[in-house]
DNA sequence: TTAATATAGGATTTATATATCTGTTAATAA
DNA sequence: TTATTAACAGATATATAAATCCTATATTAA
């Protein structure tokens, strides 16, 4: 087993980029998403509660309800999810399993896997959902044109601006 | 849940580097490098074993057995044991867990997390274990004078050359 | 040759993450 | 006001990794 994200961590990025190629405000159900995503629906939902706890995505109970990012674009950066579903850890931890890895008593990768996780973070926390949101696009298309046909995805964003 | 290597892949890292510390050809046995190590002596026990067909590790039965390095250290690297234990997952999974993500189809961090990760494996292949073995014999020093007396383990190396 | 030792290998247990199930509560469209 | 919908919450089930146990086999010191 090799693992960077846990598995929660990797659907709630994938809900919360989901999310993130429609308009602000429109709420999608947890069973939306999971037919949209392929993924299974009630795991999903305890990763959206989980991610409306941290108020990265606020619900709406009832009809018509669902789930929807808590803040605008421009204020929710990747490293936020990973931190709200997996903590900082990855950041924290010594790579090669050492109880006692610090400064004073380094383990031998100690300076070079520091670095590789800065920018790891660097890379999580410089761009917001709105940077990104083109690529979020296209990708949120391609997983669509690849499970659905091509018409059930044109009608869904017809209904839905997306630029 | 946030790993990048499994329980077995650290295990194995900490004990190749142990053994590193030490001569050619000086044999460990199991019991032996868990207590140093602080680790569990059957789970060590079939690590090492998976060390052995991967030719990492040389092992030896009977009295005076044990295990010591297969090759020369300067032809052994972080790299080898970690995709011996783990495999070469980590670098070809996508990082947000979408299935098909291919330069063509490729997720809002794709191309990011390429450059992150082509360092991380540079990283792990790049130095030997005789380059770091400095680093490593600080290291398992500082385990030593944590866990045991500083008697214990000067006895212990006057016993073996390490340098 | 024998007793002691240590790896080898299979089976089993434990822990944790992942996934599912069931009933409850809140919201809203009609 | 009511029926319907969908999140919420807790309990349960499954899968996988981690850890342990037990017996067999090989080696060697005495």
């Given at each position: 087993m090799t693992v960077i994200f846990s598995k929660k961590c990797e659907l709630a990025l994938q809900?919360?980029?989901?999310?993130?190629?429609?308009?602000?405000?429109?709420?999608?159900?947890?069973?939306?998403?999971?037919?949209?995503?392929?993924?299974?629906?009630?795991?999903?939902?305890?990763?959206?509660?989980?991610?409306?706890?941290?108020?990265?995505?606020?619900?709406?109970?009832?009809?018509?309800?669902?789930?929807?990012?808590?803040?605008?674009?421009?204020?929710?950066?990747l490293i936020d999810i990973v931190i709200a579903m997996d903590g900082l850890d990855i950041f924290h931890k010594c790579v090669l399993g050492f109880k006692g890895c610090t400064v004073e008593k380094p383990c031998p990768v100690h300076e070079k896997w520091g670095k590789l996780r800065d920018l790891t973070y660097r890379m999580l926390s410089e761009d917001t959902l709105l940077e990104i949101r083109e690529k979020s696009i296209d990708k949120i298309k391609s997983i669509h044109s690849i499970n659905e046909s091509a018409s059930v995805f044109a009608h869904t964003y017809s209904s839905r601006s997306y630029n």
């Open positions: 809900a919360v980029l989901y999310l993130s190629v429609f308009d602000e405000e429109t709420y999608f159900t947890a069973t939306d998403i999971s037919k949209r995503l392929k993924i299974p629906k009630e795991f999903l939902s305890k990763i959206l509660q989980s991610l409306a706890v941290h108020s990265i995505v606020v619900s709406k109970k009832g009809k018509s309800g669902g789930f929807t990012l808590g803040r605008p674009l421009s204020e929710i950066r």
